[in-house]
């Protein structure tokens, strides 16, 4: 039974608005003229995904029905890629400085939980259908949001979600940061550690809330509302007994690290990824290799800044405007050197400090930097799933992978930029509607 005609109207995105789910049992073929079923290799031609229960069967060449009575999805013309897949997202909000602070003192568990799963949304109709959450202090909103994804309850991205990010006291994930101490009775301390005994019950509070990974800050951040800086925060000794109970709990670390000093410290600890990385030097580039730990950017950060700014010079607070124009500044000279250094890249946009549903804006900015639109889109694809520790469930299109694909216009090995016009979304074989 086809349900789209070969030839599809310019209204394909509307088309799709209202298009059916079909049932999970269903059999489903999708047809389209270009398919990336490996990203980093040459794309197919013509072919013919046939998915059922979820995941792909098998890709035939050409265009074929498939099995008898299995629903048709023709792409027409368009390129068909994996899903994509954003490593650094903070899916609770996209308020930024003097807003934000306003939001988290104010808003209730049920509206960070109700806005999570809108922002989910946004990203899933991006054509991400895997983000990672890297920390938030909603009480366990995403979390939530993860199951109910999982059970079916709800539609949005898969979730890999760290819960609440460990930092040390005053370090760039304590909350009293830059507020009254009279408030501070009411912002659990859960996440701060101090000395090996005290970041071991960090780690193992999270494994307690039911989190998928840790991550950890070894240097101040852009955001904090201190004027520490953006150099080591956390001891060696502290880090390394972060990573060594997350693994005895089987979990991984992301590091939150902006300045050589600490970024050099979470990767001789043994973490998994390296987020912002923004001031490598020598001997970084070299412990990423050694280590085997993916470098994560997060260039879309300035895209947030620069639009607060223009809105609201005021929008930052002293102590943190004067990092921002910092960051606005570099931000993009250390992939410049970790790409030709040999490092792995994986895509990451950090939304909630840009804007969720624009994630696409990274691809940009990471060939601006010095990467090719497929080492970009491999990027947001394998090395991301890789990462995230889901290389056979997502990242390509192979029989018994999750059905998790996207189509344009276009050919983004290209001209990468296509990736912001996504226009078809296909998450676990059902497909997404474009709008509400």
């Known amino acids: 039974m086809r349900l789209l005609p070969a030839a599809l109207a310019p209204a394909f995105a509307l088309a799709f608005a209202t298009f059916a789910v079909p049932a999970a049992a269903q059999v489903t073929v999708v047809q389209a003229d270009r398919v990336l079923a490996e990203p980093g290799k040459a794309p197919r031609g013509p072919t013919s995904i046939v998915i059922e229960k979820g995941r792909i069967v098998a890709l035939l060449d050409g265009r074929q029905p498939g099995p008898a009575g299995a629903q048709v999805v023709d792409l027409g013309n368009r390129f068909?890629?994996?899903?994509?897949?954003?490593?650094?997202?903070?899916?609770?909000?996209?308020?930024?400085?003097?807003?934000?602070?306003?939001?988290?003192?104010?808003?209730?568990?049920?509206?960070?939980?109700?806005?999570?799963?809108?922002?989910?949304?946004?990203?899933?109709?991006?054509?991400?259908?895997?983000?990672?959450?890297?920390?938030?202090?909603?009480?366990?909103?995403?979390?939530?949001?993860?199951?109910?994804?999982?059970?079916?309850?709800?539609?949005?991205?898969?979730?890999?979600?760290?819960?609440?990010?460990?930092?040390?006291?005053?370090?760039?994930?304590?909350?009293?940061?830059?507020?009254?101490?009279?408030?501070?009775?009411?912002?659990?301390?859960?996440?701060?550690?101090?000395?090996?005994e005290s970041c071991r019950e960090a780690v193992r509070i999270q494994v307690r809330r039911g989190v998928d990974l840790i991550k950890i800050a070894t240097t101040g951040g852009v955001n904090s509302r201190i004027g520490a800086g953006l150099a080591q925060q956390m001891f060696l000794d502290e880090a390394k007994a972060i990573v060594e109970t997350a693994r005895l709990h089987g979990k991984k670390v992301a590091a939150h690290a902006h300045d050589w000093t600490g970024i050099n410290v979470a990767l001789q600890a043994g973490v998994d990824s390296i987020e912002h990385g923004t001031v490598p030097n020598d001997e970084t580039l070299k412990l990423f290799r050694q280590s085997g730990a993916y470098y994560v950017p997060t260039l879309s950060t300035v895209n947030g800044y620069r639009e607060r700014l223009a809105k609201d010079p005021n929008a930052y607070p002293p102590e943190v405007l004067e990092k921002v124009k910092w960051r606005l500044e570099v931000t993009g000279r250390a992939l410049e050197r970790a790409v030709p250094a040999g490092v792995k890249i994986a895509f990451g946009t950090d939304a909630g400090v840009s804007k969720h549903g624009r994630n696409a804006d990274e691809f940009e900015l990471m060939v601006q930097h010095g990467m090719t639109p497929a080492s970009a889109i491999v990027a947001a694809t394998t090395n991301a799933a890789d990462l995230l520790g889901l290389k056979d469930e997502v990242g390509a299109l192979r029989p018994g992978m999750a059905a998790d694909l996207i189509a344009v216009s276009g050919d983004p090995l290209a001209d990468v930029k296509l990736l912001k016009k996504v226009e078809f979304v296909m998450a676990r074989g059902r497909v997404v509607p474009m709008q509400d």
Not at 84 to 106: F, K, P, Y
Not at 119 to 141: E, I, W
Request: charged share 20%; glycine share 14%; hydrophobic share 40%.
């Open 80 to 196: 068909v890629l994996p899903g994509l897949i954003d490593s650094h997202v903070h899916l609770v909000s996209d308020a930024g400085g003097q807003q934000a602070l306003i939001e988290r003192m104010t808003a209730s568990p049920a509206q960070d939980a109700l806005r999570a799963q809108w922002n989910g949304m946004k990203t899933l109709r991006a054509g991400f259908t895997t983000v990672r959450n890297l920390g938030d202090a909603s009480g366990g909103a995403v979390l939530a949001l993860r199951d109910a994804v999982e059970a079916g309850w709800t539609m949005g991205p898969r979730i890999v979600d760290s819960g609440r990010s460990i930092s040390v006291t005053s370090g760039h994930m304590d909350g009293n940061n830059g507020i009254r101490e009279s408030f501070w009775a009411g912002e659990s301390d859960e996440n701060l550690c101090n000395g090996v």
